[in-house]
């Protein structure tokens, strides 16, 4: 099935305890579509500036990407800047600049209307609305969002929740737009907003997924070394919607299982600089990685009498 993204393509500069990266490949849709082009095709809605190094893109579109939607405006790229101290949990902003972002109007090729799964990745949540409104009849439509959104264009990230049938974010995000400490509370007022199925992110502690019957949890894979956390929502993100996308199958098993390939995909993309991981990944290291999730979590609940 079809997969469509919509988010940013950025310039990021990265500091971690390990190390500096300067204006590597970055941005929501690219962590996102990397991540998910190993379950299915992707298509991708963005913007680049004229300053953008495009051959830097290649390897996006050997790995299937359909950057048709992809456009290239006068001005300059969206360029994230971002620091993590110790805690690897949360990123420090220390500079957005939205550039071409700021008077993007996203257009969708007529090829990709027809799109069946929809991702509306971390971006103005009014571009996010713009593009559901060109998709004809989508099958799956989720979201992600992030605090500069939630704190600028609140009104209208409560308009996309009406329109999604699965929202994503981390857990201080959740706290920002509910307003609530406790999750499970902030989940059930986000489910009463729209979403049928609520993804909440802890970062090393894992992620939960909430439905209005039942609460689902998996890990994080306990890496011994973490490089670089950038992306890593992105690219669970991409985990989980490319295995719905490719499997075809809503049900709550399903939804479990690609919270799985999302987990596993996110404990890659960690591991080095920008989408380095993403594009060295095999199929056999997914597998595996998916295996050792399951043997994590497995025990024998009956007692020895
Ligand atoms: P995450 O998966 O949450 O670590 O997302 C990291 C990516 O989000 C980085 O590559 C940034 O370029 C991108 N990003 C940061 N701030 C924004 C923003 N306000 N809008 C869209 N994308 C952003």
């Known amino acids: 099935m079809s997969l ?31 991540s998910a082009s190993h379950q299915c095709p992707v298509q ?3 913007v680049i500036g004229d300053d953008y ?4 893109l290649e390897a996006l579109r050997e790995r299937g990407i359909d950057l048709a ?13 971002g620091r993590y101290r110790h805690d690897l949990n949360s990123a420090e902003t220390l500079e957005t ?9 996203p257009k969708l090729p007529d090829q990709f209307k027809s799109a069946q799964y929809v991702f509306l990745a971390n971006i103005d949540p009014r571009l996010q609305l713009q593009v559901l409104e060109q998709v004809s009849k989508p099958k799956f439509v989720a979201c992600d969002t992030m605090n500069f959104w939630i704190e600028s264009r609140r009104g209208d990230l409560m308009e996309l929740l009406k329109h999604v049938d699965l929202i994503t974010l981390n857990d201080g995000e959740a706290r920002q737009l509910t307003e609530q400490s406790n999750l499970v509370q902030a989940a059930r007022w986000i489910l009463a907003k729209g979403p049928k199925t609520v993804l909440i992110k802890k970062g090393e502690h894992g992620a939960f997924m909430f439905t209005k019957d039942e ?8 890496l011994e070394a973490v490089f670089d956390p950038t992306g890593a929502g992105d690219s669970f993100a991409g985990g989980f ?8 199958d809503l049900s709550a098993a399903n939804l479990r299982r690609a919270v799985v390939i999302g987990s596993a995909m996110g404990s890659f ?3 080095a600089f920008s989408i380095t991981r993403l594009l060295s990944v095999t199929r056999d290291d997914i597998d595996r990685r998916v295996s050792d999730f399951h043997r994590l979590v497995s025990f024998d609940q009956d007692m020895p009498s």
């Open 53 to 56: 190094p495009v051959e830097r």
């Open 4 to 34: 469509l993204v919509v988010g940013s393509v950025a310039l990021d500069s990265v500091e971690t305890p390990f190390g500096k990266a300067d204006e590597v490949l970055g941005g929501s849709a690219t962590y996102f579509s990397a």
């Open 269 to 271: 993309v960690v591991e």
């Open 44 to 46: 991708l809605v963005g």
């Open 97 to 105: 600049r939205l550039g071409v972002f700021s008077h993007f109007r």
């Open 69 to 81: 939607g992809l456009e290239s405006a006068e001005g300059e790229s969206f360029r994230w800047r």
């Open 215 to 222: 609460i689902f949890y998996a890990p994080a894979y306990p």
């Open 241 to 248: 919607m490319g295995y719905l996308a490719r499997t075809n």
